[in-house]
């Protein structure tokens, strides 16, 4: 039969449509599949669980929680949940927009093996830029990230120090103790690399394998609420340089209400160090520490020993220590280098401290230095350190070992150090050594030793 052309035309409309419901129907079965595949999420909500993951802490999860990330990421943004349960996983790396967030009762362990986290290029370890192992939880080149929930970062340190205490044994007859570190590769727990504009809020931080939160070529970063444990045994194998939170050639960094307790420093402010803190020449500045806990820890809040790129503008208030070894710590070192300056400590309540204050320098001979690790010549002037502006007030400090110990040497004094308001009670008293322009305004040192002992301090004044 023979249609016309209004019938013909009738034809082609119904043809058509029936290829379009078809094509719809085709494109709707596909995006369910792909979605059945990535993942789905709800208003930027990226559960890991919809990705794959498993929280019976077998189940190794890098691909499923890497994979929520991406799409997190390629969406533009939101947040990433990790729920109830032990996440077991290597290494992960967070992304621009993305807010990763360990709830109240999940926690997210790092899995054993050293193939599981990636090597990072040039990245800087102990005050050197070089090859090492991605960090668990990284946030590197990028911008507006957040890690947030109330919930567990547990780096299963037990996998890395056996190895560390192992094979320092082995490694000291030929090694000076300090540079060990870099010949036992392990990751750190959480790293942020040339990151900006990023926050760390609101969790427990527990057994990492080196450094604990490594802020490293940033700025604008903020760490709130903070539990670091790392524990200090002893007997048997401790968290070796498992240092609370490390800020390193970083700056407008703030550190509030965090309780760190590690076998480290709990706090320690780092720009590298030798000559290649030189060749890279940037400082840590404007920091504010405020209102923390700490206490089992080689220092509370540390400058240095890293310091080649200089560090200033340092401001630590109203926090706390109980039985850390020296809660205010200076740490200049011999062929470090660098200036550091305008550094204030306002408000400590301290108890059962090693040294309350604690500034103390290794010999200088005077000699030029040679690195450690590159074997390149510095000269003496830029491999020395100088600490000058110190600034120390409203300190009580109860049942402690030594007072405070401030000793420079002949050939690096330190410049213009004031202490007011302090009181400590402590068995061996306070001693000043190499300092010029000393003020100390309304200082008491309550001992059985001499209170106060000062040898080649100049312009020395007592209010």
């Given at each position: 039969?023979?249609?016309?052309?209004?019938?013909?035309?009738?034809?082609?409309?119904?043809?058509?449509?029936?290829?379009?419901?078809?094509?719809?129907?085709?494109?709707?079965?596909?995006?369910?599949?792909?979605?059945?595949?990535?993942?789905?999420?709800?208003?930027?909500?990226?559960?890991?669980?919809?990705?794959?993951?498993?929280?019976?802490?077998?189940?190794?999860?890098?691909?499923?929680?890497?994979?929520?990330?991406?799409?997190?990421?390629?969406?533009?943004?939101?947040?990433?949940?990790?729920?109830?349960?032990?996440?077991?996983?290597?290494?992960?790396?967070?992304?621009?927009?993305?807010?990763?967030?360990?709830?109240?009762?999940?926690?997210?362990?790092?899995?054993?093996?050293?193939?599981?986290?990636?090597?990072?290029?040039?990245?800087?370890?102990?005050?050197?830029?070089?090859?090492?192992?991605?960090?668990?939880?990284?946030?590197?080149?990028?911008?507006?990230?957040?890690?947030?929930?109330?919930?567990?970062?547990?780096?299963?340190?037990?996998?890395?120090?056996?190895?560390?205490?192992?094979?320092?044994?082995?490694?000291?007859?030929?090694?000076?103790?300090?540079?060990?570190?870099?010949?036992?590769?392990?990751?750190?727990?959480?790293?942020?690399?040339?990151?900006?504009?990023?926050?760390?809020?609101?969790?427990?931080?527990?057994?990492?394998?080196?450094?604990?939160?490594?802020?490293?070529?940033?700025?604008?970063?903020?760490?709130?609420?903070?539990?670091?444990?790392?524990?200090?045994?002893?007997?048997?194998?401790?968290?070796?340089?498992?240092?609370?939170?490390?800020?390193?050639?970083?700056?407008?960094?703030?550190?509030?209400?965090?309780?760190?307790s590690c076998d480290d420093d709990c706090i320690a402010i780092k720009s590298g160090r030798g000559s290649d803190g030189l060749r890279v020449n940037i400082p840590s500045e404007n920091i504010v520490i405020e209102e923390c806990v700490f206490l089992k820890g080689h220092g509370g809040?540390?400058?240095?020993?890293?310091?080649?790129?200089?560090?200033?503008?340092?401001?630590?208030?109203?926090?706390?220590?109980?039985?850390?070894?020296?809660?205010?710590?200076?740490?200049?070192?011999?062929?470090?280098?660098?200036?550091?300056?305008?550094?204030?400590?306002?408000?400590?309540?301290?108890?059962?401290?090693?040294?309350?204050?604690?500034?103390?320098?290794?010999?200088?001979?005077?000699?030029?230095?040679?690195?450690?690790?590159?074997k390149i010549e510095v000269p003496f002037e830029k491999a020395t350190p100088r600490y000058k502006d110190i600034t120390i007030r409203n300190v009580v400090a109860k049942k402690s070992g030594k007072a405070i110990s401030f000793l420079g040497w002949p050939l690096a004094h330190v410049?213009?150090?004031?202490?007011?308001?302090?009181?400590?009670?402590?068995?061996?008293?306070?001693?000043?050594?190499?300092?010029?322009?000393?003020?100390?305004?309304?200082?008491?040192?309550?001992?059985?030793?001499?209170?106060?002992?000062?040898?080649?301090?100049?312009?020395?004044?007592?209010?």
């Amino acid at each position: 039969m023979k249609l016309n052309s209004n019938h013909s035309n009738t034809w082609c409309q119904v043809r058509s449509y029936r290829h379009s419901i078809v094509f719809l129907a085709a494109a709707i079965f596909c995006a369910i599949l792909n979605s059945c595949g990535k993942g789905s999420s709800a208003k930027g909500i990226y559960d890991v669980t919809e990705f794959g993951a498993v929280g019976d802490s077998l189940t190794v999860n890098t691909v499923a929680i890497q994979r929520a990330i991406d799409q997190c990421f390629n969406d533009g943004g939101g947040t990433v949940v990790v729920p109830q349960g032990c996440f077991s996983s290597g290494a992960i790396f967070l992304k621009e927009n993305v807010n990763l967030k360990i709830g109240k009762e999940a926690k997210l362990r790092a899995i054993a093996g050293i193939e599981n986290f990636p090597e990072l290029k040039k990245t800087r370890i102990a005050g050197i830029e070089m090859d090492w192992p991605s960090a668990f939880v990284n946030i590197i080149d990028c911008k507006n990230v957040k890690i947030s929930g109330g919930g567990t970062i547990d780096g299963s340190g037990y996998y890395w120090w056996e190895d560390y205490w192992s094979r320092r044994d082995s490694l000291v007859k030929t090694i000076p103790g300090d540079l060990i570190d870099w010949y036992v590769p392990r990751p750190r727990l959480v790293l942020f690399h040339n990151s900006e504009s990023s926050q760390m809020q609101n969790l427990k931080l527990r057994n990492s394998g080196f450094w604990t939160v490594h802020i490293c070529y940033s700025k604008d970063i903020k760490v709130e609420g903070l539990d670091i444990f790392n524990p200090v045994l002893e007997k048997g194998k401790k968290a070796a340089s498992s240092d609370g939170i490390d800020v390193d050639s970083s700056k407008d960094v703030v550190i509030k209400n965090c309780s760190i307790s590690c076998d480290d420093d709990c706090i320690a402010i780092k720009s590298g160090r030798g000559s290649d803190g030189l060749r890279v020449n940037i400082p840590s500045e404007n920091i504010v520490i405020e209102e923390c806990v700490f206490l089992k820890g080689h220092g509370g809040v540390s400058i240095g020993t890293e310091t080649a790129g200089g560090i200033r503008n340092v401001q630590v208030k109203n926090c706390e220590a109980y039985g850390n070894k020296a809660p205010i710590k200076f740490k200049p070192r011999p062929g470090r280098g660098g200036l550091i300056e305008n550094i204030v400590h306002d408000g400590w309540n301290i108890e059962e401290a090693g040294t309350v204050i604690d500034y103390a320098l290794r010999e200088v001979t005077g000699e030029n230095y040679i690195d450690e690790w590159q074997k390149i010549e510095v000269p003496f002037e830029k491999a020395t350190p100088r600490y000058k502006d110190i600034t120390i007030r409203n300190v009580v400090a109860k049942k402690s070992g030594k007072a405070i110990s401030f000793l420079g040497w002949p050939l690096a004094h330190v410049e213009n150090v004031s202490l007011k308001d302090v009181t400590i009670e402590a068995t061996a008293g306070a001693k000043f050594q190499y300092v010029d322009n000393l003020l100390l305004s309304n200082v008491n040192i309550k001992t059985e030793d001499k209170p106060l002992t000062f040898i080649a301090v100049t312009n020395k004044r007592e209010l």
